[in-house]
């Protein structure tokens, strides 16, 4: 079945340590994004990407980043510059960008210690 | 900042009908509304979206004011799996720039009870 998968579901890490979340996607889809969620919040838009090599970014880029070398793959990086990294964050995808439905991973809850 | 103005919480019966309610006084000709749920801990769902004709599908139907100011999602027969945020999202449909990009408010908590 096709979908958009985020992995690891829960991740731990110490303060001042890069990591980099994990979001592939077999749907064909041109657009992807990632968003980040803290409790009781709404989604918030970090970066997203209309087409392979290219992104652009969100309302709150700063402390992240991201690269599209694949259509299917769009990986996310908190890097130690991110001041509150922990949080909920969504991956999604679209046909075509601002095209229709968006689709969303089960995301990936990031916890810095 | 999010273009909508929903209620932050409401209750709903379980088998009764669930009317959620969305303000968007300012939306433009060429702006749809949408409508995404998120069940805790989990990615948000696609559940409809319209221009101005009222749309029905499996999960939903979404009626839309004449004038387009407001919008309400109707779950007819709502159950306790549909206990969940739900997001009303309004947007351009375009291919550039960022207009076309979704904007998540805090949506409304719907509590399902039995």
């Known amino acids: 079945d096709g979908g958009i998968t985020q992995s690891p579901k829960y991740l731990f890490r110490k303060e001042g340590q890069n990591v980099t979340l994990s979001c592939e996607q077999n749907?064909?889809?041109?657009?992807m994004y990632w968003y980040r969620q803290d409790p009781g919040q709404g989604l918030r838009l970090i970066y997203y990407s209309q087409i392979v090599n290219d992104f652009q970014k969100g309302d709150i880029a700063e402390g992240y980043s991201v690269s599209r070398e694949k259509k299917e793959s769009f990986p996310l990086t908190v890097t130690s510059a991110q001041k509150n990294p922990t949080a909920f964050y969504l991956c999604a995808s679209s046909i075509r960008p601002k095209r229709v439905g968006y689709t969303f991973g089960s995301g990936t809850r990031l916890t810095v210690v | 900042d999010a273009k909508t103005t929903q209620p932050t919480s409401m209750d709903c019966a379980e088998g009764r009908a669930a009317n959620l309610p969305c303000n968007h006084s300012t939306i433009s000709g060429n702006e749809y509304v949408y409508w995404y749920r998120q069940i805790h801990s989990q990615g948000p769902q696609y559940i409809i979206h319209g221009l101005k004709n009222n749309e029905t599908n499996e999960m939903a139907s979404l009626i839309i004011t004449e004038d387009r100011k407001s919008s309400t999602l109707i779950l007819p027969h709502a159950t306790l799996r549909d206990t969940a945020v739900y997001y009303c999202i309004v947007r351009v449909e375009n291919y550039g720039g960022s207009q076309g990009n979704l904007i998540f408010g805090k949506g409304t908590k719907l509590s399902v009870k039995p």
């Open positions: 749907l064909n889809h041109d657009a």
